[in-house]
């Protein structure tokens, strides 16, 4: 399968994006990559890489949007921009996927403006995967839509539960609502109607109701549902409180050991590659024709490489096609 | 001063109530504390305690409202439940503060029903402090008010500069707007007014901005303001994070250490003690006549403790009126 790379995305340039397609085509012998960027920037880059000739391409896009550009203003001005690249050759069915690492508002607008959204969706979001005590969850939606309506939110009930079925092998995924408590009736106007929804819904059986905060790492279910807004915050949040937990433990318990210092800065070190978020690959932009995988802006290498593994098992197992069949058992009453 | 305390709250019923009386009763000398709750109950414990008779009362509550009780329906079924009876108290004037580790909704109705708001606050919050990378940071709103207007959170920042400003010692606090990005526009209708609110007001010149989940532990800003739905999941989500996070080192790091093992699991769990909720005290309810202090149900003996010596605090400093104040600098343009 063919993935284009948007090579000029993240905020350290193209380098960690050679250096991640260098180890996904070491570890995905059936993927060959289309680095969407600058040719005079790349091809130095991939002289020097060692990739193998014959499984990648460069397609010239000179221009970059920034990370902190608005994205509607980047789609009129810099139409020619790597990401908008990237999503043309998927439109033309010259690649199957895209990565990005760039300014996520403009992935997310590009694939709105370039791509059809699959039968049965009415909003695109993007899912995230976090470790939890228990395994794995996807959470969704993490920005794409910060106000949405609870059809939306349903939907996404039903596209990462496709997402933890079929990338994360959960044979029967549950599902919870991100809410303030967890008794029927807490929280807005809109967790309470999606709780409506989720209970005269197919996806009633799997269905647990309304988790907290808490509930997240604690493996309370597979698949989160929450707003755009709420599911940013959670994302972004979850990487400042960790940061500053392992920072406590650095100093704190590590810094004042009399013999094993060197052994447990070693193990604290481990800890937090493991469990990094460039170990959980990208988060998909679920809901449009295609396959998007958006990494965080500052990813390097090993990020990038995940997300580009993320991105062909997804073409893999036909994702889309298993989302679509999810989404035609919902109830048909449209846009709520 | 005066302080009720509802003595059936909490997970665990009246004995971390009066655990927690006794260590707040010795480092308060101001200090008198008035058990709202059931007096058969009470009377054993008080008596086992050894706390200080001249500085105990009880006031007989024999009812509780449950922790997975609706609130407005306990209103109206248990007028006479240990929390209201708390607030009455408060509202006759037999004390100066309450504090409770109940069922935070039916703490919150008891409040709005009792009690008036203090001139200038159309609608109160609750701001609750956390541990970060440069100190303490207030945020405000985790709960009261889960769909707020734009004004509300205006409000919100001003009580709770004022908190910090005046509990916490910080001569001149900086306020951030949690959004998904921090540039101007981000997010969805409610934070862009607040945005534009916080610039056109008073509190501009305190105001940093938006900021992202990941700023709040880097101690990006002293007052963090959001809606009652956003800081809830924060709040619970941090809980959830850290207790993973520290899980994970103690069976990843610290279990594996050849020597120094034990010392490691000691300076661990001092490290979790050092950080748990119950040592940051009990979160206010702001914006009401009186002084409130919310505990986590799950509450112990310190964390009681700790809430008393909060409200005792807020008493001695007069909060409230320094939160009238600090109002009283916003534009009068009323609720939008």
């Known amino acids: 399968m063919r993935i284009a790379l948007d090579a000029m995305g993240g905020d350290h340039g193209p380098a960690p994006n050679v250096g991640g397609a260098r180890l996904a085509l070491a570890t995905n012998p059936d993927l060959t990559i289309v680095f969407v960027g600058d040719q005079a920037q790349l091809d130095p880059l991939l002289a020097a890489g060692g990739l193998p000739g014959g499984r990648v391409e ?55 403006k370039t791509r059809r959204f699959l039968p049965c969706v009415h909003r695109p979001g993007i899912a995230t995967v976090m470790p939890t005590a228990k395994g794995r969850c996807v959470i969704m939606d993490v920005g794409a839509n910060v106000f949405p309506k609870p059809r939306h939110m349903l939907e996404y009930g039903a596209m990462g539960s496709a997402f933890a079925r079929h990338m994360l092998n959960v044979a029967r995924p549950t599902l919870g609502l991100m809410n303030v408590g967890e008794e029927e009736g807490k929280g807005h106007e809109l967790v309470q109607k999606t709780y409506d929804l989720f209970r005269a819904s197919s996806l009633n059986d799997r269905f647990v109701g309304n988790i907290e905060g808490r509930d997240i790492h604690r493996g309370a279910v597979d698949v989160v549902v929450t707003d755009g807004f709420t599911g940013n915050v959670v994302l972004k ?5 960790s940061e500053f937990v392992l920072g406590l433990v650095g100093q704190e318990v590590v810094a004042g050991l009399p013999n094993d210092r060197a052994a447990a800065a070693q193990a604290l070190k481990a800890l937090v590659a493991k469990y990094h978020y460039s170990a959980f690959g990208g988060a998909p932009l679920l809901g449009v024709e295609g396959v998007c995988i958006i990494c965080h802006g500052s990813s390097k290498d090993a990020a990038i490489a995940n997300a580009l593994g993320v991105a062909a098992l997804d073409v893999r197992v036909n994702l889309n096609e298993k989302i679509v069949a999810e989404l035609e058992g919902l109830p048909a009453n449209g846009e709520e």
């Open 58 to 112: 460069v397609f010239h896009a000179p221009h970059a949007v920034e990370m902190k550009e608005k994205p509607a203003e980047a789609l009129r001005r810099k139409p020619d921009a790597s990401i908008f690249r990237c999503w043309e050759l998927l439109a033309e069915g010259r690649v199957d996927g895209l990565v990005s690492a760039g300014n996520t508002g403009a992935v997310v607008a590009g694939g709105l």
């Open 237 to 241: 949040l979850c990487e400042g409180v």
